[in-house]
């Protein structure tokens, strides 16, 4: 398979830790986008990479969440000090020089 | 911010029926797409129409662009069950660095 994979598919953590996700873009796609989604809304961006560099990052990307993106291949979003609104499926997607972007299956977090 | 909106909210409908889902933005836009989503799972990539375009077909799937109303339309036709999932319209402003802003979606439920 050769789509967008992303590690793990869920995460269950306690209020006050540290997670840490994969995502493993398409191969040879240049760009990379993390979005966060929560139940019944649509997904909201968070941070672009344009091979390593990290170009853009939403305001809802608070301090306590820092991406990268080494060597301009697979990416990690990690998130310090879980609180519980960060409850939610965080999405990774690439795409190459055309517009249309491809998503990974997510990876669905849980704080308690 | 989520710039999208799709009505309605939710549509049941009969296997066999044709399912329209629209679309409103408020700004200009560079492309607009359309995802499908089913419960708890990634996004899929449908279909993907430029500013300059007017309409573009998939398959059983039409979509509409008409950008003095800043508005979209996706037709899917003849619906099967499988086609049960949400359905989510986003766009692409220009000088975004391509990040895709997102409407909540139209849940579409087709009974066989």
């Known amino acids: 398979d050769t789509g967008v994979s992303q590690n793990p598919r869920h995460k269950i953590t306690k209020r006050g830790q540290n997670v840490t996700f994969r995502c493993d873009p398409i191969?040879?796609?240049?760009?990379l986008y993390w979005y966060r989604q929560t139940l019944g809304q649509g997904p909201e961006f968070l941070t672009y990479?344009?091979?390593?560099?990290?170009?853009?990052k939403s305001r809802l990307l608070s301090d306590r969440f820092s991406a990268e993106r080494p060597k301009g291949s697979f990416s990690t979003l990690e998130i310090q000090r879980t609180e519980q609104g960060d409850s939610a499926m965080y999405l990774c997607?690439?795409?190459?020089?055309?517009?249309?972007?491809?998503f990974g299956p997510g990876t669905r977090l849980t704080v308690l | 911010s989520q710039q999208g909106e799709e009505d309605p909210q939710a549509l049941s409908i009969q296997e066999g029926e044709n399912a329209t889902m629209n679309c409103s933005y408020k700004?200009?836009?560079?492309?607009l797409q359309w995802y499908r989503q089913n419960s708890g799972r990634g996004l899929v990539h449908l279909i993907l129409?430029?500013?300059?375009?007017r309409e573009k077909h998939s398959g059983r799937l039409r979509v509409t662009l008409d950008t003095s109303k800043k508005s979209s339309s996706l037709l899917i036709t003849a619906s099967r069950a499988a086609d049960t999932a949400s359905y989510f319209c986003?766009?692409?402003?220009?000088?975004?660095?391509?990040?895709?802003?997102f409407g909540k979606g139209t849940l579409l439920t087709v009974n066989p």
């Open positions: 990479f344009q091979n390593e560099a990290q170009l853009e």
């Open positions: 700004t200009s836009i560079n492309n």
């Open positions: 129409i430029r500013s300059n375009e």
């Open positions: 986003a766009t692409e402003r220009g000088g975004s660095n391509y990040k895709l802003t």
């Open positions: 997607a690439s795409s190459e020089e055309t517009d249309t972007q491809y």
């Open positions: 191969s040879e796609h240049n760009r």
